[in-house]
């Protein structure tokens, strides 16, 4: 099923929670809203669902207005960050639940229930605890059970709002690829809500980036990442180093230094700020007449395959931060209090508004 909103305003009294927000979410994709705290991810969750209505605007299910379409029509299956489930029901029956709460000429065979639900604990890949009650399961359990239960009476649309978000790193981060395998198999429309941009990246198709009740950015992965829309953009998506200068003919100039801002830098003239991310720096040891900025590497640590540095600038005293390969780090043999020489590989330019105002 497609989905679209258009032109979707909600206010809570004063407060503005989704301002004139129009998007669409591809028919069997998985689109993850991701912003801060407090966006208005949620709320656009609740009036896709049906849960909340909007002030003005609306939601267009596979092409049909659904603003008098009751949560029941609209065939939606929720997970939420705490899925109750009934704690005196068994796993199996917590997953039949919607299938005998149908009325009864749309409610399947005691026959056929049992197996679409043994399909189902399958398919969460947890049929071996069918028979537990919830309060003797871990929480990436329960969030698979409650997966299942939303999938039982074959939505048309999945949504899932912050549905590992209560779970320790290494359990989220395992339920987030199980997450992906298993809408590559169903390929329901699913949104997905979280504020964790590793985990809307590496889990969506498409990247929905919300802030203040607005849309920054909508995109795949590759593209919010590589080439974010806004400085909120790339602050949100990942470490970033900032060079402030004024930009003149192609050129940043930030402190003594003067850097090539990228071609398609839509700045001229004005105040801006070059956006670097750690591992687009490159890091040489010093010498005379090497281009790039001047800094001294202050700490520097590398664990797993990646060394992290944090370096000084020798002309405003900023701090940089750098990263590089372990095996390149090493073969360098760089000592903290070092001079080095640093450059950036890529970077995005945005007009300094802070300057201009
Ligand atoms: P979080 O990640 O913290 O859940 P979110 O991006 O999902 O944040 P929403 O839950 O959509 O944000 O809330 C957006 C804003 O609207 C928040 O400031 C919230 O306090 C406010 N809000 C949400 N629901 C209501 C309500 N029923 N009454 C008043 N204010 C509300």
């Known amino acids: 099923m497609t989905i679209e909103v258009q032109h979707i305003r909600k206010e809570f009294g004063q407060f503005t929670a989704l301002d004139d927000v129009s998007l669409k979410f591809p028919d069997g994709q998985l689109t993850a809203l991701l912003g801060p705290s407090g966006c208005g991810k949620t709320t656009l969750l609740r009036i896709i ?33 705490h899925y109750a489930l009934f704690k005196h029901m068994t796993v199996f029956e917590n997953v039949a639940f919607g299938l005998r709460v149908k009325p009864r000429r749309e409610r399947p065979s005691e026959q056929q229930i049992r197996d679409k639900v043994r399909q189902l604990l399958e398919l969460v890949q947890l049929d071996w605890i069918a028979d537990r009650y919830p309060p003797q399961l871990s929480g990436g359990q329960r969030q698979r059970i409650a997966l299942a239960r939303a999938l039982a009476v074959e939505p048309r649309v999945l949504l899932l709002d912050e549905p590992f978000g209560a779970l320790d790193a ?5 339920l987030r690829r199980w997450l992906r ?26 990247v929905v980036l919300m802030n203040k009740g607005h849309i920054e950015q909508i995109g795949t992965p590759d593209q919010v990442y590589n ?21 003149h003919e192609g050129v940043l100039a930030s402190g003594d230094v003067q850097l090539q801002a990228p071609q398609h830098a839509d700045v001229r003239d004005t105040e801006a700020i070059g956006y670097v991310r750690p591992h ?78």
Not at 187 to 198: A, G, N, R
Not at 231 to 247: C, D, E, K, M, S
């Open 181 to 206: 395998r298993l809408h590559d198999e169903l390929h329901v429309t699913s949104i997905f809500v979280t504020h964790d941009q590793e985990e809307a990246l590496e889990v969506a198709d498409q």
């Open 49 to 81: 669902a049906g849960l909340e209505t909007p002030d003005q605007g609306r939601v267009l299910l596979d092409g049909e207005d659904a603003s008098g379409t009751h949560v029941r029509e609209r065939q939606v299956g929720f997970v939420f960050q």
């Open 170 to 174: 290494k359990v989220r981060k395992e």
């Open 227 to 247: 080439h974010p829309a806004s400085p909120f953009v790339y602050g949100f998506l990942g470490n970033v180093n900032l060079f402030h200068g004024r930009v």
């Open 280 to 357: 687009d720096l490159d890091v040489e040891r010093y010498a005379p007449g090497l281009a790039g900025i001047v800094a001294t590497l202050r700490r520097a640590h590398a664990i797993g395959p990646l060394a992290q540095l944090e370096l000084e600038r020798a002309d405003n005293g900023e701090l940089i931060e750098a990263a590089m390969s372990s095996e390149r780090y090493g073969r360098l043999g760089l000592k903290e209090g070092e001079t080095l020489v640093v450059r950036p590989r890529r970077m995005h330019v945005f007009v300094d508004e802070g300057a201009n105002i």
